[in-house]
Nanobody
Framework: QVHLVESGGGLVQAGGSLTLSCTAS?????LGWYRQAPGKQRELVATVTSAGSTNYADSVKGRFTISRNNAVNTVTLHMNSLKPEDTAVYYCNGRHFLSSQNYWGQGTQVTVSS
């Protein structure tokens, strides 16, 4: 079984920063973050492979940075220059190599005030 545990959500003013962290109970090829705002579908924010290759949504590119520590199975999302439209529940996500099965954390609320 794979469990993902998240931390770091909170309330911040527009232009501020937050850092989200997620620790997996085992090694996963792909780790990342998705978010879901009220009334909207869950969307990709950023992912990183075990080799360190990254992928970002256009809406966060240049503002967010994703990284991981394979030794402790942790993925971190540094969020800078936050905007009100970044407000959402952020979910940690993981997948095994060449697998379509998703593992999800419980979600952490990020609220950006204007």
């Amino acid at each position: 079984q794979v469990h993902l545990v998240e931390s770091g959500g909170g309330l911040v003013q527009a232009g501020g920063s937050l850092t989200l962290s997620c620790t997996a109970s085992g090694n996963l090829f792909n780790l990342g973050w998705y978010r879901q705002a009220p009334g909207k579908q869950r969307e990709l924010v950023a992912t990183v492979t075990s080799a360190g290759s990254t992928n970002y949504a256009d809406s966060v590119k240049g503002r967010f940075t994703i990284s991981r520590n394979n030794a402790v199975n942790t993925v971190t999302l540094h969020m800078n220059s936050l905007k009100p439209e970044d407000t959402a529940v952020y979910y940690c996500n993981g997948r095994h190599f060449l697998s379509s099965q998703n593992y999800w954390g419980q979600g952490t609320q990020v609220t950006v005030s204007s």
